[in-house]
């Protein structure tokens, strides 16, 4: 079993940034690619970023490229997203995984 719990969301304005946190527990982090996702209001769950065990691959939505930056600290059990010049369009729930796992997300609200 794997525990997750995000932090780190909360009003930022257009532009601003926000750097969010997800803290896992329960089995190890090992050999496992972890990610974040994002719902909006009325909308779908989304993928934002990935990255693998070792941080040697990353992934990032076309919408978040060169503005988002995904890391893992895998002695700490601790995934991080560092949001640089936030939109609008970037509000929403946004949520860590690895593999079945889910946190219970953060709230992230962009305001123009």
């Known amino acids: 079993q794997v525990q997750l719990v995000e932090s780190g969301g909360g009003l930022v304005q257009a532009g601003g940034s926000l750097s969010l946190s997800c803290a896992a527990s329960?089995?190890?982090?090992?050999?496992?690619?972890m990610g974040w996702y994002r719902q909006a209001p009325g909308k779908e769950r989304e993928f934002v970023a990935s990255?693998?065990?070792?941080?040697?691959?990353?992934t990032y939505a076309d919408s978040v490229k060169g503005r988002f930056t995904i890391s893992r600290d895998n002695a700490k059990n601790t995934l991080n997203l560092q949001m640089n010049s936030l939109r609008p369009e970037g509000t929403g729930v946004y949520y860590c995984?690895?593999?079945?796992?889910w946190g219970q997300g953060t709230q992230v609200t962009v305001s123009s």
């Open positions: 995984n690895r593999d079945k796992y």
């Open positions: 990255i693998s065990y070792s941080s040697g691959t990353t």
């Open positions: 329960g089995r190890t982090l090992s050999n496992y690619f």
